[in-house]
């Protein structure tokens, strides 16, 4: 049975004078257009783009909208200390009333982990270990080290028991391994042809399968879509994504066709129709914001995707 389609968005415009302000007036708009979810990456040390604190940042647009889902692609967890960040979340996920969706992630950047005192090379052991302690302490469960005789618990707990969902950004093999032990969904790197990313979802799945755990019926995908019927913008648009690709992930990307979907009503409708039958896709998040693309024409385009997809929704 082919899954209903839930599409997000990400952030479109980094322009005005306050980042929360310009945060919260485009969650409003995804809001009022008909999106479920608006996402924030975290990322450091950035200038002009850095989200270091994704969850204050959602938390000031939970007071700001209704109903519309409220996520984090990535949230660093080798940087950060288990409990405080699982107060965090749990705090979070009350102030919104049960919207969140927590990407987690590892963190790519060596000077990150150099600024935060971490060692790159434990990010992955880290992960695991801080996550096993935020989930136990979801659950309820004492807290490792508290007196046995007067235990000490995580409080407030998440509305969303155990905790909210949680997906894995994974972008190699060993990370794919890493979520499909945890049982956990897989958020896919941005960058990745549908071809790779149905030759991880095949490896994710047999190791899911292979250490126990329940089929994964959540297959969220990043995509960068814009949905226009004019031939010279999309051309434009292609241009401009392609010259936006960081150096370090060039090798990795390829061809702009490869990653991007960027056409009028009918193409996008096609491709997003592809990826559900290829991947199972459940969840699209559209990665938005073009370079040199006016705020109003990429509402428009955000519209348009939303008309074409209706059906699948």
């Known amino acids: 049975m082919t899954p209903t389609l839930h599409v997000g968005t990400t952030v479109w415009s980094w322009g005005g004078s306050g980042l929360a302000d310009t945060l919260c007036a485009q969650a409003q708009a ?9 996402w924030l990456p975290e990322n450091h040390l950035a200038t002009g783009t850095a989200i270091p604190s994704p969850l204050m940042l959602l938390a000031a647009i939970a007071a700001r909208t209704q109903t519309i889902g409220l996520g984090c692609t990535s949230y660093l967890l080798p940087i950060r200390h288990p409990l405080l960040a699982a107060e965090e979340v749990a705090v979070l996920d009350r102030l919104c ?11 790519l950047s060596a000077a990150m982990f150099q600024a935060f005192g971490v060692p790159a090379g434990d990010k992955r052991k880290l992960f695991q270990a801080n996550l096993d302690i935020m989930r136990r302490a979801w659950r309820g469960e004492p807290v490792a080290g508290s007196d046995p005789d007067a235990p000490v618990r995580l409080a407030p707990l998440p509305l969303q028991q155990p905790s909210p969902p949680l997906w894995v950004a994974a972008f190699g093999p060993l990370a794919l391994q890493q979520v499909a032990g945890l049982g956990l969904p897989y958020l896919a790197s941005p960058v990745e042809s549908l071809d790779v990313l149905e030759e991880n979802y095949r490896r994710y799945h047999g190791a899911v399968a292979a250490a126990g755990h329940t089929p994964i019926a959540t297959i969220p995908v990043m995509r ?3 949905v226009t019927g004019d031939n010279a913008l999309a051309a434009r648009v292609r241009t401009a994504l392609a010259a936006g690709v960081p150096v370090s992930m060039r090798d990795r990307s390829g061809a702009v066709e490869d990653w991007a979907i960027v056409g009028d009503r009918h193409y996008a409708r096609d491709k997003l129709a592809e990826y559900r ?14 370079p040199g693309v006016s705020e109003s024409l990429q509402l428009e385009s955000q519209q348009s995707l939303l008309g074409a997809v209706a059906d699948m929704r």
């Open 97 to 107: 009333g049960g919207r969140l969706t927590l990407g987690l992630g590892r963190g």
């Open 277 to 290: 039958e290829r991947l199972q896709l459940s969840h699209l998040i559209v990665r938005a914001g073009v």
């Open 30 to 38: 995804a809001e009022a257009q008909g999106f479920d979810s608006f």
């Open 224 to 226: 960068t879509v814009f």
